[in-house]
Structure formats: structure tokens, C-alpha cells
């Protein structure tokens, strides 16, 4: 149940936060209105003889109207023998591309393009983000999930929650009032259970990790009773902590690291104790983080569009149980992201081999498979995990961490590797798709991160066969949402004369 390796540099992490503290200026308030939207298309005839002192004549605008649905005015010639008209009205990219198809019917339209308004692109001020390679546009980081290009069309609605399915989480300062509240799940608490919630109380409203620190002692006793699999002697992992950070850190802030969605909430939900945790738990934390109905649970306040479950078992593949979970979750609209496992083997448990699941396998700095990473024809597609070969070594996944080695200590931020950081890049982004529309179900999302994923580098060890449809593209897939989102102009209404004014006027 322990499906993550790490490697943790919180000193060093804290030293690289100050060295690379730089500030970027955030687009101006008009950003939000004017973005993905135009009232003016770019278009090339064939015939390069045509406008360029007069302008259009007004058969021709004519002519284009009528192919293009809508009336069309003259604005100016431009460079390149290219034209500017303008719309009738400010429409939506997806509005004015149906427009573009429609005029390049035209024989004499060698193509046409909506006139688009670029911004500075929106990049966080958080001074640990320049270490965060695994945001960055690929011509920046080759192996990064190129978020910048969908911050510029949402920064994540404010009314959809993503649940973290994990150890816990603690009130770390970078996640301060980015959560809901949320529930441990964890219902063994006795001494010498195998499984603990190691919190004195069981199942309760509380979802803070106390830490899953194993001692030589336990570990000693655990090897007598034949159980030592994952409860080796370690420190406290905080792996719901680092999760929920790279999710939905609080991002702009000037302060520590930027999360991938900056205006969701994470539902932290408590499944993983010392030893990792019982598949009765889990099971009844998926359906509550989706809004369903637990015995003996109060309803969840605030259903969750995401689920992320950086976790997993054996290699049996997929249960009847999970399977019978995650179609409920998915029929309640909600999206089950998972990690696809840390054995270097194929990727066959529950729940990443599950039917309805967005399996993730991890790559590393260079888009390659990271060396640890499950992989196989279950594997919906890949994203950052991290591969670091010394607790200095920057190449790991930076997010929300904490100094403590058995119980709580100060707040930190730390350097981890493991399929588990690949999946909240997922599931953040896809709380992006759908804050950019929120109609999309599970099987929309799905084959859009899919066909939208960016293939693998030239020199990567990733291929289809073995770690998906590719690398994860934010903007890509944020941009594909958003698109669908959007309805074309009315089917059948063409250009009237009578309503178009001055339509023809050449200026």
C-alpha cells in the first residue's frame, strides 16, 4: 500500500525557495473579459491583387458574408497580402473558428483565422515556482506539463473541489483556506493493530496526519507476525500533505510554491495510516468524497469533481469492489484520477487498472519513463513524478512538506519522486478542464487528456505501449474543454442586409 519512493531536501529546498526568488507580473484586470474572445478575423485571398489600396469592394464583403453567416465589415489591409475583417459582434474563439470554416468554403479564401488577443503569459509569483520544472511549457522544461498556457484560460473555479484520498493533510501555510472540510476515514485505532489511524480516535471529522512514522520496535513486531511489506523503519511521509500542495497550493501569494489549480479547494480525505490502509476504508472514502451515501458518515457538504488516489496494492488487478466504486463515483459525475505504482512492473492493481480510472505514469525532468514508474497497456497517459538520485538533487517534484520525522514539525517544502506526484498534476489539471466547463463527464475528460497529451521526446524511454497516449498538456487540454463549451453560431441564420448596418462601410 506504500506506493511512493521520496527523496526529501527541505533545507536545501528552503535555500533554493530564497535563491530563486523572482517576481512576474500578473496581467491586468481586462485579462478575464477579453481573453478567448475576438470580434476581428485575419483573412488571405487567393487573389493578392484584391484590396490593397481600396480595400474589399462591397460585392466581395458581400460574397464573404454570405459564406460566412454573419455581416462582415472592412477594416485594413495588413503585411503579407493578408486582410482584417471585423465581426458584428465580440464572439467566442469557438464562435468565430465556425466562422473561419465557413469562409475557407470559399474558393477564393486561401485560409482565415480568428484575430486573437494575446497577454502576457500568467506565471505565479511564488518564489519557490522557478523550481518547479514540472509546470513549465515544454520549451522551457522538455519533460513539463505546460500549465502556464491554461492558467491564461482558468486559474480554477472556486466552486469545484478536488479530494486529496490520502495519509492527510496538514495545516501547512501554503494550504491555508484552500480546503473544505474533510473526514478520516481510518476506523482501526487500537494497540498492535496492524493497521492504525495512529490518531487515538478512529473514524471521525478530523483528516490532519498525525504522521506514519514505523519504529524499529514496530517493524520488528510486524516481521514476527509475517507482515513486513511496506511497514519497514521510516519516517512520517506527510504524502497527503505534498499531494495536496501540488493540487492547489495557495499560488500568487509571493510565498513558498504555486499549486496546479489556484481556485478550487482541495477535500483532504484520510485512508492511509501506519502500514497504508484497508480497502473497506477506502472504498467508503471514494464514494463519500463523491457525495454518496457512507453508513454511519455524515454526508459530505462538499462533493468532489476529482478524486485523486495517489495509492494502490497488489498486482491482481482491478477488484469487483473497486470496480463497482469508481462506476458509482463516475455515474455520480466525478473523475477518478490514480497513480500508476512505483514497481518498475506493469500496472495491474486496484485501483489504476480499473475500468472509468485515469491511470498515470511518472516521467522524469527529460520526459522519459522515470526509472521506478509502473507502466502497460492500462496507463492512461504520463506526468511528472521526479526521478532524484540524491536528497540534493532538484529533479524531484517540489511541493508542501514538513520537517517532522515521527509527528508534526515546522512547515517546510521538499523534494519527493514517485507516481503518487504524477497523478495531482492530473487530477489539478482536469479540475482546470473542467472549471473552463463544467458539463464535461469522466469519458469527455478522459479522451481529451488523451488526445490532447503531447508525445514523447525523441530521446525518451516512453512510448505508447508503455506509458500512455503521451505526457500531459494542460494548455492543450484546457483549451479543448473550454472549446466544447462553447456553441457555434445559430445553424441556418445567415447575413441579412436589413440587419447589418453599416456593415460595409470601408474605413
Known amino acids: 500500500m506504500d506506493k511512493y519512493n521520496r527523496w526529501l531536501s527541505g533545507g536545501l529546498a528552503v535555500c533554493l525557495l530564497l535563491a530563486a526568488a523572482t517576481l512576474f507580473a500578473a496581467p491586468t484586470a481586462l485579462t478575464p473579459k477579453l481573453a478567448n474572445t475576438t470580434e476581428r478575423l485575419i483573412i488571405k485571398l487567393r487573389d493578392q491583387s484584391i484590396g490593397h489600396a481600396q480595400g474589399l469592394s462591397a460585392d466581395r464583403l458581400r460574397t464573404l458574408s454570405v459564406k460566412a453567416g454573419v455581416s462582415l465589415a472592412y477594416q485594413r489591409a495588413m503585411g503579407g497580402n493578408l486582410q482584417l475583417l471585423k465581426l458584428p459582434r465580440r464572439m467566442s474563439l469557438a464562435e468565430a473558428k465556425t466562422v473561419t470554416r465557413r469562409l475557407q468554403a470559399d474558393s477564393g479564401v486561401e485560409y482565415a483565422e480568428p484575430d486573437q488577443i494575446k497577454f502576457p503569459r500568467l506565471v505565479p509569483n511564488d518564489n519557490g515556482y522557478p523550481s518547479q520544472w514540472h509546470y513549465k511549457a515544454p520549451t522551457e522544461?522538455?519533460?513539463?506539463?505546460?500549465?502556464?498556457?491554461?492558467?491564461?484560460?482558468?486559474?480554477?473555479?472556486?466552486?469545484?473541489?478536488?479530494?486529496?484520498?490520502?495519509?492527510?493533510i496538514l495545516p501547512h501555510a501554503d494550504l491555508a483556506g484552500r480546503t473544505v472540510p474533510g473526514y478520516d476515514f481510518i476506523a482501526e485505532d487500537a494497540p498492535g493493530v496492524f493497521l492504525s489511524a495512529n490518531?487515538?480516535?478512529?473514524?471521525?471529522?478530523?483528516?490532519?496526519?498525525?504522521?506514519?512514522?514505523?519504529?524499529?520496535?514496530?517493524?520488528?513486531?510486524?516481521?514476527?507476525?509475517?507482515?513486513?511489506?511496506?511497514?519497514?523503519?521510516?519516517?512520517s511521509s506527510w504524502h497527503g500533505t505534498h499531494v495536496a500542495g501540488t493540487v492547489a497550493a495557495a499560488t500568487n501569494n509571493i510565498t513558498g510554491v504555486a499549486g496546479v489549480n489556484w481556485g478550487s479547494k482541495v477535500l483532504p480525505v484520510r485512508v492511509l495510516g501506519k502500514c497504508g490502509g484497508y480497502d473497506s476504508d477506502i472504498l467508503d472514502a471514494m464514494r463519500w468524497a463523491a457525495g454518496l451515501s457512507v453508513p454511519g458518515i455524515p454526508n459530505n457538504a462538499n462533493p468532489a469533481k476529482v478524486l485523486n488516489m495517489s495509492l494502490g496494492g497488489d498486482s491482481g488487478g482491478c477488484s469487483?469492489?473497486?470496480?463497482?466504486?469508481?462506476?458509482?463515483v463516475n455515474a455520480a459525475g466525478a473523475v477518478v484520477v490514480a497513480a500508476a505504482g512505483n514497481g518498475n512492473t506493469v500496472s495491474n492493481s486496484s485501483p489504476d487498472s480499473c475500468n472509468g480510472v485515469i491511470n498515470v505514469a511518472a516521467t522524469n525532468r527529460l520526459g522519459g519513463k522515470a526509472s521506478y514508474s509502473n507502466f502497460g497497456d492500462k496507463v492512461t497517459l504520463s506526468a511528472p513524478g521526479g526521478e532524484a538520485f540524491s536528497t540534493s538533487d532538484p529533479n524531484g517534484v517540489l511541493s508542501t512538506y514538513n520537517t517532522g520525522t515521527t509527528t508534526p514539525g515546522a512547515d517546510t517544502y521538499g523534494y519527493l519522486q514517485g507516481s503518487s506526484f504524477a497523478a495531482p498534476h492530473v487530477a489539478g489539471i482536469v479540475s482546470l478542464m473542467l472549471s473552463a466547463n463544467p458539463n464535461l463527464n469522466p469519458a469527455q475528460v478522459r479522451s481529451i487528456l488523451q488526445s490532447t497529451a503531447r508525445i514523447f521526446p525523441p530521446a525518451s524511454t516512453c512510448n505508447t505501449s508503455l506509458c500512455g497516449a503521451g505526457i500531459v498538456n494542460a494548455a492543450a487540454a484546457v483549451a479543448q474543454a473550454r472549446d466544447l463549451a462553447s456553441p457555434g453560431p445559430q445553424t441556418g441564420w445567415w447575413w441579412n442586409p436589413g440587419e447589418s448596418g453599416r456593415g460595409f462601410t470601408i474605413e
Do not use: H, K, M
Request: aromatic share 6%; proline share 4%.
Open 320 to 328: 469487483l469492489a473497486y470496480q463497482d466504486a469508481i462506476n458509482q
Open 141 to 168: 522544461e522538455i519533460g513539463g506539463t505546460n500549465l502556464p498556457g491554461a492558467w491564461d484560460i482558468t486559474t480554477g473555479s472556486a466552486g469545484l473541489t478536488v479530494a486529496v484520498i490520502d495519509s492527510g
Open 199 to 235: 490518531d487515538g480516535n478512529g473514524r471521525d471529522a478530523d483528516p490532519s496526519d498525525p504522521g506514519n512514522w514505523i519504529s524499529l520496535e514496530e517493524a520488528v513486531g510486524i516481521a514476527a507476525g509475517g507482515l513486513f511489506f511496506g511497514c519497514e523503519v521510516r519516517d
